[in-house]
């Protein structure tokens, strides 16, 4: 088929395309960008793919930058941008499970398209939209399915972060993954313990993230891909629990996944803790998620407390809110905008004391300080006391005196 129409993000590459074209070589749009492409789907990266080997190609443009040459990869600086081209290659020896041992640079574009991980996204793209599918891609997308290119069990041998993307795919296209390459996932699902984990947690939250996350953890229970990702397979009753509900379109960032997930696991703060160090999650993401379960739970119980909305900030409410969407549980944002802006202060900078200001007014430094301080805090977020200096130093003394 031919696509006549081309998305404007072609439109620049072609260019580069043609040029590779018109010296006697093979050069496609390859992967994901033609996918996309066939599904009426935003496109995000266009990878472009040649038989020229990168010498050949450093001949054909003014500059070229070896981006990755080692595996046949040169960006080519073209009209002040810069796209970067592959030569086609086959790869042999994957002892780590994840990268080739050996890259060998080859003319034939169906030998290139062989070691691709699945049907959709095996298609290659001339410049002028012919489309090429030499692997039933087309109708794999018809059919919804997410297939390996050939053998299933070699493609997840080559790199078996590919299970992973098999079930990302899943949930981003709300496809189902074809039976045999299922089979094989679940053959293979140990060969999970050979891949880093933060790039297993870059596929997870991308599926987590995707339109149908419900299919993607029911897959990853029924392959049992779950039994080797950290932390998971202790919780088998609750992902089940998790994998049933309707999570279509309401997550839409990590920092309510995690939240989700340890809301979910009915988990404590330590134990929240434990998780997002094993998942290798920063610690920023792990401080904004206990903030949003405490959220999760005020919303659950329909207290919505001045203490709680100032102790967790307003995006972490917001995202708490989101999350209780799925259980149908949350309230109008507008509502819980309205009650964080009614605050008197948003963070502990805009008290109008400080331990200096109160050291300048007689008090000494040590521990009974800070306790005023937070004492202060707390009643002028619970409207007990007017946020005025003069007001609090008062406050402060007479607090310092019960003590």
């Known amino acids: ?45 266009v990878d472009m793919a ?42 042999s020896g994957y002892q780590d499970f994840r990268r080739p041992d050996k890259v060998t640079f080859i003319r034939s574009l169906k030998e290139d398209l062989k070691r691709r991980d699945f049907t959709i996204n095996a298609f290659a793209m001339k410049e002028n939209g012919e489309v090429i599918d030499l692997f039933n891609g087309m109708k794999d997308l018809q059919h919804h399915l997410i297939r390996a290119v050939g053998d299933a069990n070699q493609r997840f041998n080559e790199d078996a972060l590919r299970m992973m993307r098999a079930v990302r795919f899943g949930s981003q296209l709300n496809f189902k ?54 932390f998971f397979n202790q919780y088998l009753s609750e992902l089940k629990h998790l994998a049933n509900l309707d999570l279509s379109n309401h997550l839409t960032n990590e920092i309510q996944v995690w939240s989700l997930l340890a809301f979910e696991l009915n988990l404590k703060q330590s134990q929240i ?19 949003v379960v405490k959220g999760i739970k005020m919303l659950q119980n329909k207290q919505i407390v001045s203490l709680f909305i100032y102790q967790i900030g307003l995006n972490n409410l917001l995202n708490a809110n989101h999350v209780m969407e799925i259980y149908g549980l949350n309230q109008g944002e507008e509502e819980l905008e309205n009650a964080f802006n009614s605050l008197p202060i948003k963070q502990k900078a805009e008290l109008n004391v400080n331990g200096g200001s109160l050291i300048k007014a007689g008090f000494k430094p040590g521990p009974q300080l800070g306790k005023v301080l937070n004492d202060l805090e707390l009643m002028v977020i619970n409207g007990e006391v007017e946020n005025d200096q003069i007001t609090l130093i008062n406050k402060a003394k007479e607090l310092a005196n019960e003590n």
């Open 177 to 230: 993954i074809e039976e045999k390459t299922f089979a094989a996932i679940k053959a293979n699902c140990q060969l999970l313990k050979k891949i880093a984990i933060e790039r297993i947690n870059v596929e997870f939250i991308k599926m987590m993230l995707g339109i149908s996350p419900s299919r993607g953890l029911q897959e990853i229970l029924g392959t049992d891909l779950f039994e080797y990702v950290p």
């Open 1 to 45: 088929m031919k696509i006549e129409n081309l998305p404007s993000e072609f439109i620049d590459a072609r260019k580069v395309l043609q040029v590779i074209e018109q010296n006697g070589f093979e050069a496609y749009f390859v992967g994901g960008s033609v996918r996309d492409t066939l599904l009426n789907l935003p496109i995000h990266d």
């Open 273 to 291: 803790r434990k998780m997002m160090k094993l998942w290798k999650c920063s610690n920023k993401m792990t401080e904004n998620v206990l903030q």
């Open 50 to 91: 040649t038989s020229a080997y990168p010498a050949e190609i450093k001949k054909f443009f003014k500059r070229t930058i070896d981006t990755g040459i080692e595996h046949g990869t040169v960006t080519v600086m073209f009209d002040h941008k810069g796209f970067e081209i592959t030569t086609f290659r086959t790869e």
